[in-house]
């Protein structure tokens, strides 16, 4: 994936995969790879899920974390 891709676009993505995957003419090589191909998708959604949650922690008055 050169240029990346949006959360909303991966998880597109990601659902293209699984449709894939679930074709029953699909060869055993295919779904590896698509299979490997999902698992980065999911690893980047995690990710990106993580970075927005600690974006949305903020210091409070007492230098504590509080949720936006």
Same mark, same amino acid.
């Given at each position: 994936?050169?240029? $990346?891709? !949006? +959360?909303?676009?991966?998880? =597109?993505?990601? $659902? /293209? !995969?699984? %449709?894939?995957?679930?074709? =029953?003419?699909? &060869? +055993? =090589?295919? &779904? ?5 191909? %999902?698992?980065?998708?999911? #690893? &980047?959604? *995690? /990710?990106?899920? /993580?970075?927005? =949650?600690?974006?949305? +922690? #903020?210091? *409070? %008055?007492? %230098?504590? +974390? /509080? $949720?936006?």
């Amino acid at each position: 994936m050169a240029k $990346e891709l !949006t +959360l909303e676009q991966t998880f =597109e993505r990601l $659902e /293209d !995969t699984i %449709g894939k995957l679930e074709q =029953e003419d699909i &060869s +055993l =090589e295919e &779904s590896f790879k698509l299979y490997k191909e %999902g698992m980065k998708l999911i #690893k &980047s959604c *995690n /990710d990106r899920i /993580d970075k927005v =949650e600690k974006e949305v +922690l #903020k210091l *409070n %008055g007492d %230098g504590e +974390l /509080d $949720e936006f």
